[in-house]
């Protein structure tokens, strides 16, 4: 078994991968919501399972960058959780599993995963589907919005929080997900996808400190 923790964006999501490949996902979106839910989600879908922590694989966590409070939240959680058990526990990169959740066809794509930062801001990485497989095409960074809408391109993909902001011309033909598109489920997708392994990292979760949205960055950034 599987159980997964999104909680990095206004969407609190927790899933779990039980026998025979299915996915159960207790899911809310809003303010304030994380604090409330993350622990009782987790013990729901557990008592749902008739199944305890040490029974788990693995736990997976999108580890961010992402707001604050989500992030510090899901990773108390999940220390609590953890603490005293033999249970692996995994981070995968907020960005990557946004775009790993998108329903993929033959056809190649690019995919921008952007979250919501400020002003006129959005926190950015680019993704490339070939057809096969998922891949990085760029490293995370603070772009201006009018930087992101110059590299949109026909039939793009935009993914995320924030993304409302962008002038998308209704001829390049773009899909966007906003918040509706984000989901622990997408953690378990990306850690079923064998070439996407490497890119889990094995973590220790007495240690562990998300990866906060960079505000010097975002604050260096001719605001």
Same mark, same amino acid.
């Given at each position: 078994? #599987?159980?997964? #923790?999104?909680?990095?964006?206004?969407?609190?999501?927790?899933?779990?991968?039980?026998?025979?490949?299915?996915?159960?996902?207790?899911?809310?979106?809003?303010?304030?919501?994380?604090?409330?839910?993350?622990?009782?989600?987790?013990?729901?879908?557990?008592?749902?399972?008739?199944?305890?922590?040490?029974?788990?694989?693995?736990?997976?966590?999108? %580890?961010?960058?992402?707001?604050?409070?989500?992030? =510090?939240?899901?990773?108390?959680?999940?220390?609590?959780?953890?603490?005293? =058990?033999?249970?692996?526990?995994?981070?995968?990169?907020?960005?990557? @599993? &946004?775009?790993? %959740?998108?329903?993929?066809?033959?056809?190649?794509?690019?995919?921008? @995963?952007?979250?919501?930062?400020?002003?006129?801001?959005?926190?950015?990485?680019?993704?490339?589907?070939?057809?096969?497989?998922?891949?990085?095409?760029?490293?995370?960074?603070?772009?201006?919005?009018?930087? #992101?809408?110059?590299?949109?391109?026909? =039939?793009?993909?935009?993914?995320?929080?924030?993304?409302?902001?962008?002038?998308?011309? =209704?001829?390049?033909?773009?899909?966007?997900? %906003?918040?509706?598109?984000?989901?622990?489920? @997408?953690?378990?997708?990306?850690?079923?996808? @064998?070439?996407?392994?490497? &890119?889990?990292?094995?973590?220790?979760?007495?240690? &562990?400190?998300?990866?906060?949205?960079?505000?010097?960055?975002?604050?260096?950034?001719?605001?």
């Amino acid at each position: 078994m #599987i159980l997964a #923790i999104e909680t990095s964006t206004p969407v609190c999501s927790i899933a779990l991968e039980v026998a025979g490949g299915r996915i159960w996902e207790k899911r809310i979106e809003g303010h304030g919501v994380h604090s409330e839910q993350t622990f009782t989600f987790i013990e729901e879908l557990m008592d749902r399972s008739n199944a305890t922590i040490e029974e788990l694989d693995a736990v997976l966590f999108s %580890g961010g960058p992402g707001s604050y409070t989500g992030l =510090r939240i899901g990773a108390s959680a999940i220390k609590g959780l953890l603490f005293g =058990r033999d249970v692996s526990f995994y981070t995968f990169p907020t960005l990557f @599993s &946004f775009a790993a %959740g998108i329903k993929m066809d033959e056809r190649s794509r690019t995919i921008f @995963s952007v979250i919501d930062a400020r002003r006129q801001h959005l926190y950015m990485q680019k993704f490339t589907w070939n057809g096969v497989e998922l891949k990085p095409a760029g490293e995370p960074k603070v772009a201006e919005v009018t930087e #992101i809408e110059a590299q949109l391109s026909k =039939r793009d993909t935009v993914i995320g929080t924030g993304w409302e902001r962008l002038e998308i011309k =209704r001829e390049l033909k773009i899909t966007t997900y %906003g918040t509706e598109g984000i989901s622990a489920k @997408s953690l378990i997708k990306a850690w079923n996808q @064998s070439y996407l392994k490497p &890119f889990f990292k094995k973590t220790d979760a007495k240690s &562990f400190e998300p990866n906060y949205l960079n505000m010097a960055q975002i604050n260096n950034s001719n605001l």
